[in-house]
C-alpha cells in the first residue's frame, strides 16, 4: 500500500486525516460545538452563541494537542479531538484524550479510527507512559469507542465531574499502559493508522 505523505502533525486513518483547526474551518465546528446533545454527554458547554462559539474555536486553533478530524472524501471537519493533561496522575508521563463528534456521524465508527490513530501516537511518538481517557456515567456511546481500542477500566470516581452547568456525575476511568501497549500493539489498532516518522514530540 502506498505511503502518503503528509505535513507534520497530521494523522490519516482510513477515513479521516486528523490535523490542525484552520481559521476556514469556523462554520464546521459550528455544527457540533452548539449542539448541546453533542457536548453535554461530553462533559462540555455548548456554544450558546456566536461569541461564545469563536472563543472556544480560537482556544482550538491555539491547542497544538487539539486536531480536526476531517472527512478524505470531502475535506470537511466533523468533530474534534485532543490530548490534554491527565488530571488523575500525579508526577507521571501520562496525557489523557478527549473528543466531540457531530451528531450526523454517529455510529459509522469514525472516532474508532480517530482514537486510534491518538493512541499509536501517544505511545510511538509522545513516548507517554500512561494513556488516560474517561467518560461520564450513562455515556454508552463513549464506552464503546473506548472499550473498542483496548483501553482498561480503572475504576469509577464517584461524584467525579460537575459539570459546567453544576450537574455532578460519576467518572468512569481508563487507561493503557506502555508496557501493554508495546506486549501487543495490534490489539489497540481496530483500523489501520499512518503516523509520518517525524511527526514531532511536543503539542
Excluded at 470531502?74 to 490534554?84: A, D, L, R, S, V
Excluded at 456521524?105 to 511518538?125: H, Q
Excluded at 460519576?170 to 499512518?194: G, M, N, T, W
Amino acid at each position: 500500500m502506498k505511503i502518503l505523505h503528509r505535513l507534520r502533525g497530521e494523522m490519516e486513518t482510513p477515513r479521516l486525516l486528523l490535523r490542525r483547526w484552520k481559521p476556514l474551518d469556523f462554520q464546521a465546528f459550528l455544527r457540533f460545538a452548539g449542539d448541546p446533545e453533542v457536548m453535554l454527554p461530553a462533559g462540555s458547554k455548548p456554544a450558546l452563541g456566536l461569541q461564545e462559539a469563536e472563543t472556544q474555536f480560537h482556544r482550538a486553533l491555539r491547542d497544538e494537542g487539539c486536531y480536526a478530524l476531517v472527512l478524505k472524501g470531502t475535506g470537511e471537519p466533523i468533530g474534534k479531538i485532543k490530548f490534554q493533561e491527565d488530571l488523575r496522575r500525579f508526577r507521571v508521563n501520562s496525557l489523557s484524550i478527549g473528543y466531540e463528534l457531530a451528531r450526523a456521524y454517529w455510529g459509522r465508527g469514525y472516532m474508532t479510527e480517530a482514537l486510534a490513530a491518538m493512541v499509536r501516537c501517544a505511545f510511538e511518538r509522545k513516548h507517554v507512559d500512561v494513556l488516560a481517557i474517561g467518560h461520564l456515567q450513562g455515556n454508552h456511546r463513549s464506552r464503546r469507542v473506548i472499550e473498542k481500542c483496548g483501553f482498561q477500566y480503572e475504576g469509577t470516581i464517584r461524584q467525579g465531574f460537575r459539570r459546567y452547568d453544576g450537574q455532578v456525575f460519576d467518572d468512569v476511568c481508563y487507561s493503557i499502559l506502555k508496557e501493554e501497549y508495546f506486549a501487543h500493539p495490534q490489539r489497540f489498532q481496530p483500523q489501520a493508522v499512518k503516523i509520518p516518522k517525524d511527526f514531532e514530540k511536543e503539542g
